[in-house]
C-alpha cells in the first residue's frame, strides 16, 4: 500500500514509553479539534476530539490538550505500543464551515 | 460493512482520459466529504455533501472535478482530462448529521495519471 509520511517528522520511542506529539494550528476561528492516525495504505482513523471550550480530554490511553492562547495541540500517548506506529494528524474545523484542515502530520516509529 | 467504502481501491489512466471515483457512506450518514492527499501531506478539502446538495465545494481546484450525490447516499467524484498532478489518494469521510463534526474517512482510492 501507499506510503504515508516519507517526508514527515519523526518520532521514535520505545515500546512502554509514552509519548507526545504536537501539533500548532493557525486559525484562532477553529473550535473543534480532532486527531486522527493514518497506517499506510489507509485512511485516516478518529482517536480523539477537543471542542475549544475545553482545555484537556481524555481517552484511553490518549489525552489531548489545547492551548487556545498560543495555537497549540498536542496529543499524549500512553504506554505507548509497536500497534500505535503510524502517522498522526492534527485538524481542525473552523466555527463556519464543514471541511477539516489538516496539519502536516507526524510519524511515529514504536521500538519493541 | 460498517465503514465508509470507496472504490475502486487503485485506478491507473492515462492522461487526458476521464475517471470516476465512488463512496459509499456509513448507513444513515447525511453529510459526506471528499479530500484528497498527496504524498506526505494531510488530506485537503475538496467538497462537502449535506444530502443530494454540494454545500461546499470551494476545494475543487478547477472545472476539470465534479462530484454527484444524487439520492443523498452514495457520491460519485469525477475528473475530466486527467494530469498528472491530479495522482493522489482520493479520501472520503461521512458524518452522522451537519451538527456533528467527526468525519469518519474511509480506505481511499489510490488514482495514478501516467
Known amino acids: 500500500g501507499e506510503s504515508v509520511g516519507l517526508h514527515l517528522p519523526t518520532l521514535s520511542v520505545q515500546e512502554g514509553d509514552n509519548s507526545i506529539i504536537n501539533c500548532a494550528y493557525s486559525n484562532s476561528a477553529s473550535d473543534y479539534f480532532i486527531w486522527y492516525k493514518q497506517e499506510s495504505g489507509k485512511g485516516p482513523q478518529f482517536i480523539i476530539d477537543?471542542?475549544?471550550?475545553?482545555d484537556k480530554r481524555q481517552g484511553q490511553r490518549v489525552t489531548v490538550l489545547l492551548n487556545k492562547t498560543v495555537k497549540h495541540l498536542s496529543l499524549q500517548i500512553a504506554a505507548t505500543q509497536p500497534g500505535d506506529s503510524a502517522v498522526y494528524f492534527c485538524a481542525e474545523i473552523d466555527t463556519g464551515r464543514r471541511a477539516l484542515t489538516f496539519g502536516s502530520g507526524t510519524r511515529l516509529q514504536v521500538q519493541p | 460493512g460498517a465503514g465508509v467504502s470507496q472504490t475502486p481501491s487503485n485506478k491507473v489512466t492515462e492522461k487526458g482520459k476521464y475517471v470516476e471515483l465512488r463512496c459509499d457512506p456509513i448507513s444513515g450518514h447525511t453529510a459526506l466529504y471528499w479530500y484528497r492527499q498527496s504524498l506526505g501531506q494531510g488530506p485537503e478539502f475538496l467538497i462537502y455533501f449535506q444530502g443530494t446538495g454540494a454545500a461546499d465545494d470551494s476545494g475543487l481546484p478547477n472545472d476539470r472535478f465534479f462530484a454527484v450525490r444524487p439520492e443523498g447516499s452514495v457520491s460519485t467524484l469525477k475528473i475530466q482530462r486527467t494530469e498528472r498532478g491530479d495522482s493522489a489518494v482520493y479520501l472520503c469521510?461521512?458524518?452522522?448529521?451537519?451538527?456533528?463534526?467527526?468525519?469518519?474517512f474511509g480506505p481511499g482510492t489510490r488514482l495514478t495519471v501516467l
Open positions: 477537543i471542542r475549544s471550550n475545553m
Open positions: 469521510a461521512s458524518s452522522p448529521t451537519p451538527l456533528t463534526d467527526t468525519q469518519y
